[in-house]
């Protein structure tokens, strides 16, 4: 009778046609042991089963052969993340995915981006990219609109991923948020008996009531809002949320229209310009979010605006504002008008040039799926970009203060980016330097403002 023999160096199974008695069966210099003739009958059905067991082992054996390796970068501080989620990515596909660790400073990753993709590298299939990148890299991305199925790619804020739909492709999926938010005093302001602000008149009025209180009562150095107002892209964030929640727009339209030059755009500003020295110290006109956060949390500012990161920090050791906290959406210019705080999240998308695009999107979207975004915000109090996980009890435990900001993250601002391409960052450095200029008191607002709008125009056709 036959009899078959399995080679776990090769992954084959052999059958011997001879039917002697032989111990071994011997192929090139290799031996295996087969079973004497006078045992076959006798473990006939053990062999069955064992061949069944067998033909498992070697399709495993030859499904991991074919398994697929991509390269992914991941960002500097999301690296031991990364490698949990290729480690569960591997574990449920097969596939590997190797994680590259992007510089320090992340803007430095864009150099070696363009470089990359201008050589058409097939070296790394996934990448890390900020929001106001995806209008940059936009030509050399993968349309991911048939490739992320479509379920999958509604569970994400609309907001969020609609910023990643470019010229009629989705060239990245979200992989977390961030959005302007107003951190407060809410000890202060039960102190005094007052209702959090809805609009930036009411915040102005609320800051400085409580401000001259504190101040009467012994606090010289407290001030009624802290916020950044220095001449960089954190200006540009401040600012857009100021005009965009005043129905001003946000500095140039989706078609690529100029908007910036307009009364609600105005008086916004005019608004702003007036908090200086008022309710904001005149420092704040080079204050960061560093700067700006080390104000509030030292105890010396009843109303902050910053990213959600702060409500980590307010509540770690050294801070004098622990448990005094509260968190609340950006308030509105004027009735009808939307919290606009300004849009940060991060995505992941695809190298266009990848040899292996199919399995790069399957890492995407696992990477930016549920069960990963979770993982993500209970390790590292990332906000999820999925609106189902704002009511996940394991998750509002960790970051308690989304359940009461879910509109925030809804009606956040964009920042022109994707219209603008490769000449965001001049359209921005343009804007924030203007603005830093009014604020300063060293221009007027309305023409400055037409004069903005005539650079922007010659600008935004650069790119």
């Given at each position: 009778?036959?009899?078959?023999?399995?080679?776990?160096?090769?992954?084959?199974?052999?059958?011997?046609?001879?039917?002697?008695n032989?111990?071994?069966?011997?192929?090139?210099?290799?031996?295996?042991?087969i079973?004497?003739?006078?045992?076959?009958?006798?473990?006939?059905?053990?062999?069955?089963?064992?061949?069944?067991?067998?033909?498992?082992?070697?399709?495993?054996?030859?499904?991991?052969?074919?398994a697929?390796?991509?390269?992914?970068?991941c960002?500097?501080?999301?690296?031991?993340?990364?490698?949990?989620v290729?480690?569960?990515?591997?574990?449920?596909?097969?596939?590997?995915?190797?994680?590259?660790?992007?510089?320090?400073?992340?803007?430095?990753?864009?150099?070696?981006?363009?470089?990359?993709?201008?050589?058409?590298?097939?070296?790394?299939?996934?990448?890390?990219?900020?929001?106001?990148?995806?209008?940059?890299?936009?030509?050399?991305?993968?349309?991911?609109?048939?490739?992320?199925?479509q379920?999958?790619?509604?569970?994400?804020?609309?907001s969020?991923?609609?910023?990643?739909?470019?010229?009629?492709?989705?060239?990245a999926m979200?992989?977390?948020?961030?959005?302007?938010?107003?951190?407060?005093?809410?000890?202060?302001?039960?102190?005094?008996?007052?209702?959090?602000?809805?609009?930036?008149?009411?915040?102005?009025?609320?800051?400085?009531?409580?401000?001259?209180?504190?101040?009467a009562?012994?606090?010289?150095?407290?001030?009624g809002?802290?916020?950044?107002?220095?001449?960089?892209?954190?200006?540009?964030?401040?600012?857009?949320?100021?005009?965009?929640?005043?129905?001003?727009?946000?500095?140039?339209?989706?078609?690529?229209?100029?908007?910036?030059?307009?009364?609600?755009?105005?008086?916004?500003?005019?608004?702003?310009?007036?908090?200086?020295?008022?309710?904001?110290?005149?420092?704040?006109?080079?204050?960061?979010?560093?700067?700006?956060?080390?104000?509030?949390?030292?105890?010396?500012?009843?109303?902050?605006?910053?990213?959600?990161?702060?409500?980590?920090?307010?509540?770690?050791?050294?801070?004098?504002?622990?448990?005094?906290?509260?968190?609340?959406?950006?308030?509105?210019?004027?009735?009808?008008?939307?919290?606009?705080?300004?849009?940060g999240?991060?995505?992941?998308?695809?190298?266009?040039?990848?040899?292996?695009?199919?399995?790069?999107?399957?890492?995407?979207?696992?990477?930016?799926?549920?069960?990963?975004?979770?993982?993500?915000?209970?390790?590292?109090?990332?906000?999820?970009?999925?609106?189902?996980?704002?009511?996940?009890?394991?998750?509002?435990?960790?970051?308690?203060?989304?359940?009461?900001?879910?509109?925030?993250?809804?009606?956040?601002?964009?920042?022109?980016?994707?219209?603008?391409?490769?000449?965001?960052?001049?359209?921005?450095?343009?804007?924030?330097?203007?603005?830093?200029?009014?604020?300063?008191?060293?221009?007027?607002?309305?023409?400055?403002?037409?004069?903005?709008?005539?650079?922007?125009?010659?600008?935004?056709?650069?790119?």
């Amino acid at each position: 009778m036959p009899f078959c023999i399995f080679d776990a160096t090769t992954g084959r199974v052999h059958v011997d046609m001879t039917g002697h008695n032989q111990s071994y069966w011997k192929q090139g210099d290799k031996e295996l042991r087969i079973m004497p003739k006078r045992y076959q009958r006798r473990e006939q059905s053990m062999l069955k089963k064992s061949l069944a067991a067998l033909a498992i082992s070697a399709a495993l054996w030859g499904s991991s052969a074919h398994a697929e390796t991509i390269s992914v970068f991941c960002s500097p501080t999301e690296f031991e993340l990364c490698t949990n989620v290729a480690n569960a990515w591997k574990e449920k596909t097969g596939n590997e995915a190797k994680i590259n660790k992007m510089p320090a400073l992340l803007d430095d990753a864009i150099p070696i981006y363009q470089q990359l993709l201008a050589a058409k590298s097939k070296d790394v299939d996934v990448l890390f990219l900020d929001v106001i990148w995806l209008g940059m890299f936009k030509s050399n991305l993968l349309d991911l609109k048939t490739m992320i199925p479509q379920a999958d790619q509604d569970k994400h804020f609309a907001s969020t991923l609609n910023a990643a739909k470019l010229d009629g492709n989705l060239i990245a999926m979200p992989a977390y948020m961030d959005v302007g938010l107003m951190f407060y005093r809410k000890d202060l302001l039960e102190k005094y008996g007052k209702a959090a602000p809805k609009t930036w008149d009411e915040l102005a009025a609320t800051a400085k009531e409580i401000q001259d209180k504190e101040r009467a009562a012994g606090s010289a150095d407290m001030w009624g809002y802290a916020w950044q107002a220095k001449s960089y892209e954190g200006l540009t964030c401040d600012a857009i949320e100021l005009v965009a929640s005043n129905g001003g727009g946000t500095i140039i339209s989706d078609d690529g229209k100029v908007t910036i030059d307009n009364p609600q755009a105005a008086a916004a500003l005019e608004k702003a310009k007036g908090w200086i020295g008022s309710i904001s110290p005149e420092g704040v006109l080079n204050y960061d979010e560093e700067q700006s956060r080390a104000v509030f949390e030292s105890g010396n500012a009843v109303f902050h605006r910053n990213w959600p990161y702060v409500w980590g920090t307010s509540h770690e050791k050294g801070s004098n504002v622990v448990d005094k906290v509260g968190v609340m959406p950006l308030p509105v210019g004027k009735e009808g008008e939307k919290s606009s705080g300004c849009l940060g999240p991060m995505y992941y998308g695809v190298n266009k040039y990848s040899a292996k695009p199919e399995v790069a999107a399957d890492f995407v979207n696992f990477i930016t799926g549920p069960d990963m975004q979770k993982m993500r915000a209970l390790k590292a109090a990332l906000n999820p970009s999925i609106q189902a996980l704002y009511s996940d009890p394991e998750v509002l435990e960790k970051i308690p203060f989304l359940k009461d900001n879910q509109q925030a993250f809804a009606d956040s601002a964009v920042r022109p980016s994707g219209y603008t391409g490769t000449s965001y960052n001049r359209v921005s450095q343009a804007f924030y330097r203007s603005v830093h200029d009014m604020l300063s008191g060293g221009a007027e607002v309305k023409s400055s403002l037409t004069s903005l709008a005539g650079r922007l125009e010659k600008l935004k056709e650069s790119r």
